[in-house]
């Protein structure tokens, strides 16, 4: 796996060059046309030479690389004068959400995320991004805080899903995943989420109703892991492969399925080698989908995000035949 999980840093680069090379022609009314042919010509051949794609699992065990950039990572690269924000008024703070006010560009936004550990300590400290009931209410603390202020909202998405503890479900872990699927519903601000590792279940999804969802390429939103799904239909864990194929969980996958708005290329072959180079590529999403949605009037823009949610699962009957 690992020669396709590091693949071809150079046709990654290539890529965003021709895009940068585009968007710098067309807003300066250049003509780019031999330069943008010759990048192209040179991107072609180096495909000839990519190796196979990878598969649902491949992606799913990338999602889950201990290397690759968490919440606070992006926050320190994309965004200036972040000012975490704790607690939800009410139980504790749950480190396994962390948020506050930041500045993307010049603009305050609110940044919220799930928070993993990259050693045992930490991951105790941030419950291994399993968030509490208390997580999601701090979240929504903040949310509100920014809809109230006015300014943008932009959720990071990293968990296996919500904490399943006793605790957890006795402090009420579904009503504040609902209230969160709620309220970000109504909100009047533009919001945008974007899916950085695993996006689990009722967990991720709780952060995840937004104007726009974003994914990096090796990143996977799923309602079940790919295990679980196995050990339901399968009755094994070993039918993973077949599992993860059949869940449509990649990228790719969810954005023809019309529930993920754009893929976001992963910098040097894979976010785990390349921390700097993807989160620039995620700021640089980050700023366009933004500035598309700031020029939406309010009401406009929140119609569209529910009508974007109420397309979701919807289906046609055939017509019936007679002969």
């Known amino acids: 796996m690992e020669a396709n999980a590091e693949f071809n840093r150079d046709i990654r680069e290539l890529e965003l060059q021709i895009d940068r090379l585009q968007e710098l022609a067309q807003a300066r009314g250049l003509d780019a046309g031999g330069e943008l042919k010759a990048l192209e010509s040179k991107l072609a051949q180096l495909k000839e030479r990519t190796p196979r794609p990878l598969t649902a699992m491949e992606r799913v065990q990338l999602a889950r690389h201990p290397q690759r950039p968490f919440t606070l990572d992006y926050v320190e690269r994309i965004f200036t004068d972040f000012t975490e924000l704790h607690g939800d008024r009410a139980f504790r703070d749950d480190q396994s959400i962390v948020g506050g006010w930041a500045r993307l560009d010049g603009r305050t936004v609110m940044v919220v995320g799930h928070q993993r550990g990259r050693d045992m300590k930490e991951n105790l400290l941030r419950n291994f991004g399993m968030p509490h009931p208390e997580g999601y209410r701090k979240a929504l603390r903040l949310m509100h805080l920014a809809d109230k202020f006015r300014h943008p909202v932009i959720t990071i998405i990293d968990t296996p899903g919500a904490y399943p503890g006793m605790g957890a479900e006795e402090r009420g872990q579904a009503e504040a995943i609902a209230r969160n699927l709620r309220e970000m519903a109504a909100l009047r601000v533009p919001s945008i ?131």
């Open 193 to 323: 989420s974007v899916v950085i590792g695993e996006g689990g279940s009722g967990g991720a999804l709780a952060l995840g109703v937004t104007d726009r969802i974003l994914m990096l390429e090796n990143a996977v939103y799923s309602v079940i892991t790919a295990e679980g799904c196995a050990a339901i239909l399968w009755k094994t864990a070993e039918a993973k492969e077949k599992a993860a194929a059949a869940l449509k969980l990649t990228a790719p996958d969810l954005v023809e399925l019309g529930i993920v708005d754009e893929v976001i290329l992963e910098a040097g072959g894979g976010a785990h080698l390349d921390w700097d180079g993807t989160a620039e590529n995620v700021k640089h999403t980050l700023t366009r989908h933004l500035a598309e949605l700031a020029e939406m009037d309010p009401e406009d823009r929140r119609r569209a995000r529910w009508t974007k949610y109420e397309s979701m699962g919807s289906w046609q009957e055939p017509e019936e035949h007679t002969t």
